[in-house]
C-alpha cells in the first residue's frame, strides 16, 4: 500500500479548511426496473476527506456517485451539499468535477482546451483561462502537453488532463468514477499517488469509485463498503481490515478464514481446538457463531502428527499462501513467511496456532456455515484479493 | 557452405514467394484499370463528342455558350438552394433526434432506423404520385383557411419548398446511416457527461462538444444528400419545377452537345463540391479520431 507524501499531509488542514464541502447521502433509492441500485443509502463525507466507495460490481457505488454529480436522479431520498440539498439541481450547476472511467477529454479539442473548457462555459477571459489551464497541467505534470490531442496522449496522460479539468473550477467536491481501472499497472500506481497527493494539497472533498480494494484502502481516509444497494460499513481502512462488522466485508476485504466457532462464555470463543478472547460486541442470541481470522494471523508448521493436511501452497513472494484441512473445521487458508514454508507441500501433515489475540464473530449465517462454505468464501475473498492486486 | 547451401534452398522459395506477392497486385491493376473504364471511358467519350465535330475540327463553344444558354444558371442555382435547405433541414431533423434516442431511448433505435430506411423502399415516383395528389387536393378543400396559402407557398416556382421536403424524406436513410455510424465513434453518453459536469447547458453541449465530434459523419450526410439533390429527376420533374437535372434533360432535345457539355460540367461542380466536403470531414476526423482510436494506450513517458 503506497501513503501519500508527507508535504501533502501536512498541507491538509489548511486546504481543507479552504474548500472541501462536507457530502451527504439521506436514504438514497435509486431502482432499475425490477434492480434496486441504490436501497436506502445513508452516507457522509466530511469537508476535505477522500471517500472511497468499494463494493462487488451492481452493488450500486457508481450510481451513487452519479447521482451526486446530477447524472442521475434518485427515487426517493436526498442529497446535500454543505447542507444545501442539491437533488433537484441540474448537472450543470452543481459545483461538481468529475473524472470518468473512459477519460472522456473531448477528442476535438487540446489538452489546454479541455482543461479550460469549462471556464470557457463560464464566460473566463481568454488569457486568464489559458493561464490557469497552463497551471493545472503543470500541476498534474504535464507542462509540455497542452497543444497535444486526446489521441496524441497516452491514458495516463488522458487522464491527469482529465483530472485537471475536474478541478480546473475549483470545485466543492471532486468526484473519481474508476479513474485508474484503464490504465496498466504501473501507471495507475504513480497517477492513484498523485490523485492522493493533489486531493491532499487541495483539501477538496474527495468521493472516489473503486471496485479495486487495494486502490481503496490505499488511498481513502474512509472505505464505505456497499452490497446490494446498502452500507455495509465505512470506516477507515485499518479499521475494516482489521474490525469488519459484518460477514460480507470480512468476506470482501482481503483474505478472511470464517472458522466455525462455539461461544463458551466470559467473552471467549473455541476456535479450532483453542480458546480467543472475542473483540467488540458478543452475540447473546446465539452460540454457534463464524469466527472471522486473517489468514497472517494463522501460523503453520509441519509436524508429523500436525492434525491438519497441506491443500495446497502458492508462493507470493515475501509469502506463502498454505491452506490446509483441518477435521471439523474445514479449510483454514494461512499465510507463512516464504523461508518458513519450504515444508509445506502438499500432502503434508501441520499443526495449525492461531495467533492469541481478540477475534471478531458474527452468528453463524444458518446452520449451513459449513467448513465447505466457509472455506468458498474463503476462496472468493482469496480470488478478490489476487484480482485486486493485479 | 551451409550458408550457401541454405542460400541454394531459399531461392527458389524466395522466387515462388515474390511472384506470389506479385499476382495480387497484377489484380489489383487490372480490377482497378477495368473500373476505370468503366467510369472514364463513357465520361471521354461525352466529352469528345462535345468538343469534336467530324469534319470541323475541335471547338469549345458548348461550354463556352453554357453561361448565356437560357436557363443555366437559374436552374444551377435553384438546385444548389434546394441542396442547401435539404442539407439544412434533413440535419436539423436527423441529429438532435439520433442523439436523443442515443442517450434517452437506446430501446428506440430500431424504429427510428426503420422509419428513416423506409424511403429506400418507397420509389420516388410512389412519392411524387402521394404528393401530387395532396398538392392538388388541399387548395379545393382549405381554400376558406389560412392553409390555402401555405399551399401555394410551398409551390413557389422560385423555391419550390415542397421539393425540399420530397428530397428530405429521400435523403433520410443516408443521412442517419452517416450520422449513426458516427455517433457510433464518439462516446457520446460520456461525452455529454464530461462537458454537463464542466457546467455547459444543453444547446452548448450540441454545438460546442457534439457537433464538432460529428463533423466528418455531418460531411458524410451533407455529402450524399448533395448528390442525391443535384441528380434527382422524377420528383421535380412531376411536380412541373425546373432545377438543374430538369433543365439539361429539357435542353437536349434542341441542343444535344450543350446539353452532353451541361452533363459534364454538373459532374465536375457535383465532384467539386463532394471534393470539399469530403475534405472538411477528412480534415474534422484527423482533429477528433473515433472512440477506439482515441483510447489508443501509448507508453507512459
Partial sequence: MSTPTAEAERARPAAAAASGARVEFRGLRRAFGATVALDGLDLSVEPGELMALLGPSGCGKTTALRVLAGFEHPDAGEVLLDGEDITGVPANRRDAGMVFQSYSLFPNLSARDNVAFGMRVRRVPAARRNARAAELLDLVGLPDHGDRFPHQMSGGQQQRVALARALALEPRVLLLDEPLSALDAKVRLSLREEIRRLQLSLGVTAVFVTHDQEEALSMADRVAVLNAGRLEQCAAPAELYERPATAFTASFIGTMNRLPGLLTGGGTVAVAGQKLPVDGDVPTAVRDVEVLIRPENVAVAAEPDGEAVVASASFLGAVTRVHAELAGVGTITADVPSRDAVDLAPGARVRIGLAERPVRVVPSASPAATPTEAAAATATAGAAAAGAAE | ?301
Fill in chain 2, 1 to 301: 557452405m551451409a550458408a550457401m547451401t541454405t542460400s541454394t534452398i531459399d531461392r527458389p522459395a524466395r522466387a515462388a514467394a515474390t511472384r506470389r506477392r506479385g499476382r495480387p497486385r497484377i489484380w489489383r491493376g487490372a480490377v482497378l484499370a477495368l473500373a476505370a473504364c468503366y467510369f472514364l471511358i463513357p465520361l471521354a467519350a461525352s466529352f469528345v463528342f462535345t468538343v469534336h465535330t467530324p469534319g470541323q475540327g475541335v471547338s469549345f463553344e458548348a461550354y463556352t455558350a453554357l453561361l448565356a444558354a437560357d436557363g443555366f444558371t437559374d436552374s444551377l442555382l435553384l438546385s444548389l438552394s434546394l441542396a442547401a435547405a435539404t442539407i439544412a433541414l434533413a440535419l436539423l431533423l436527423a441529429v438532435p433526434a439520433l442523439v436523443a434516442v442515443r442517450l434517452g431511448a437506446p430501446r428506440l433505435r430500431p424504429v427510428v432506423e426503420v422509419m428513416c430506411m423506409l424511403p429506400l423502399v418507397v420509389p420516388p415516383i410512389a412519392l411524387v404520385t402521394g404528393v401530387s395528389t395532396v398538392l392538388r387536393w388541399g387548395p379545393d378543400q382549405l381554400s376558406r383557411t389560412p392553409l390555402y396559402q401555405t399551399f401555394l407557398a410551398v409551390q413557389n416556382e422560385e423555391f419550390p419548398l415542397v421539393l425540399v421536403l420530397a428530397y428530405t424524406v429521400l435523403a433520410l436513410p443516408f443521412v442517419y446511416r452517416s450520422l449513426d455510424t458516427g455517433l457510433r465513434a464518439v462516446d457520446v453518453p460520456t461525452l455529454v457527461e464530461a462537458a454537463r459536469n464542466c457546467g455547459a447547458s444543453w444547446p452548448y453541449v450540441v454545438v460546442r462538444v457534439l457537433l464538432p465530434n460529428l463533423r466528418a459523419a455531418l460531411a458524410g450526410a451533407a455529402f450524399l444528400t448533395l448528390a442525391l439533390v443535384l441528380g434527382e429527376f422524377t420528383i421535380a420533374s412531376l411536380l412541373g419545377f425546373e432545377p438543374f437535372a430538369v433543365w439539361i434533360v429539357t435542353i437536349s432535345g434542341s441542343q444535344a452537345r450543350m446539353s452532353v457539355a451541361v452533363s459534364v460540367l454538373s459532374l465536375l461542380i457535383t465532384w467539386a463540391l463532394l471534393l470539399l466536403l469530403s475534405r472538411a470531414g477528412t480534415a474534422a476526423a484527423t482533429a477528433a479520431p473515433s472512440r477506439d482510436s482515441s483510447r489508443t494506450s501509448r507508453k507512459e513517458p
